[in-house]
Structures are given as structure tokens and as C-alpha cells.
């Protein structure tokens, strides 16, 4: 394996590792407390993957970032700029911010492994995350909603 195709390697396994963090903190989350420094570890790996393919994969070039368009571009930034922002608020800031960056990456990482060669084979780990995450994610709204009152239960 060459030095660039292990950097690409390293690179989308990090993704894969924050994925798999993302994942798990959200899933966690549901039922009990925020774990902020697990969070935090998989905030930085997801920093590192983003820097690698930065680095590696676009070597600092903005006009190869957006060479299929502006889509894939504009979703996995916003989702890093959301996952960032989420270290730095409240707990419960910091749940939503994490949900809400959690769909916007499966809906990024799931057209990935089916458009893009070098992130072919995580389909199945991606998948699988994709799928365990918004189970979980769905559930919890249900919970919620079980849990609130109706409008006629609200003293007024």
C-alpha cells in the first residue's frame, strides 16, 4: 500500500470510528446522561478525519472539495460545524445538536458508500449504524411523546 493509499485508508477509517462514536453517544444519550468526554474524543476524531481529507484527499484545493457539486460539500461541513458547536452548549443543547447532526451525516454518509469508490466497502458498518442510530432516534421520540401531556391534561 502507498503512503496516499494509506492515508485514504486512515482517513475514512476515522470516519467510520467517529461514526461509530456518534452513534453510540446518541444512543447512550437517549436514556441516560450526555457522556461529554466520550463526546468530546469522537468530536476530535470526526475533527481529524475532516483535516485528513482535507489534507490527503483535497490537498487544501476548495475547487476539488466542490468537484461534484456543492451538496456533499455544504452537508458534511454544516453537520462539523453542528458537532462542534454541540462541546460548547448545554446538555440538552448538546443531545439535540447531536441528532440533528446525526441524520444530517447518515443521509451524507449513506450516498457516499453507494456514489463513491474509496468508501465502497464501509457500506455494510455505515448501514448498520445508520439504521441501529435512527431506530433508537425514532424510539426516542415515541418515548417522548407517551411521556408529554396532552393538551386537555395541562393545568392552565
Known sequence: MSTNQT???ITFLLAMIGYAGMTLV???SIKKKLSRRFWL???LIILSHVLMVWM???NWSFTYSIRNGYGGFLIFHSALVI???SNFVNETAAFRLIKI???IVTAGAAGAVFRYDVVSYYKVPVIAFACSGLFFL???FKGNRSQAKSFHEIDY
Open 138 to 140: 425514532l424510539w426516542s
Open 41 to 43: 474524543v469522537t468530536t
Open 101 to 103: 447532526a446525526f441524520v
Open 7 to 9: 492515508g485514504i485508508f
Open 26 to 28: 446518541m444512543i447512550i
Open 56 to 58: 490527503i484527499h483535497y
Open 83 to 85: 458537532i462542534l458547536i
